[in-house]
């Protein structure tokens, strides 16, 4: 591991920088907070939720354990995190991917899906129908929540 105070390469398994003396731990930052700049382009998990202010949240990359205890109230979709411009670099794939949520929102919801209905609107108008139907999805897995709190209690 790297010293962070002399930039010393030490053996894993120690404690201590064997240069400077620094303790050698590995902040959670550096463990699992990914670059934006990495994420550009890539299809990465993103949780989303409703916050306790009622808005739609979403947590890049959540760790197994943030998956798990969002499993009832949150839910798991793989985005292509786009540039700070908000430009794709090919509209068709945008378009593709929001017509993969879309039909996979309205598979869980238990709605037809139906290509044709989406095959002509512009991607701002498919964007609206996907988080209407997102808002619909998370409300429905919030419910089911407060339902199977209030079960328990
Ligand atoms: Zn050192």
Sequence with gaps: ????????????????????GTALV????????IPYSRLVGQEVPVLFLFDELGRIAGIVNPSQKIIDE????GVLQKVVILEPTGQVKSK??????????????????????NADEFSQMSPGDLKKV???????????????QNSLKSSNS
């Design 1 to 20: 591991m790297k010293c962070v105070q002399c930039g010393t390469q030490n053996e894993p398994q120690n404690k201590f920088c064997i240069e400077c």
């Design 26 to 33: 590995e902040s959670t930052a550096q463990k699992y907070v």
């Design 70 to 73: 969002h499993k009832m109230d």
């Design 92 to 113: 068709g794939s945008e378009i593709d991917t929001l017509l993969t949520f879309i039909q996979q929102s309205k598979e869980f919801l238990g709605e037809k899906y």
């Design 130 to 144: 996907y988080l209407h139907l997102f808002e619909q999805i998370l409300e429905y897995k919030s419910k089911r």
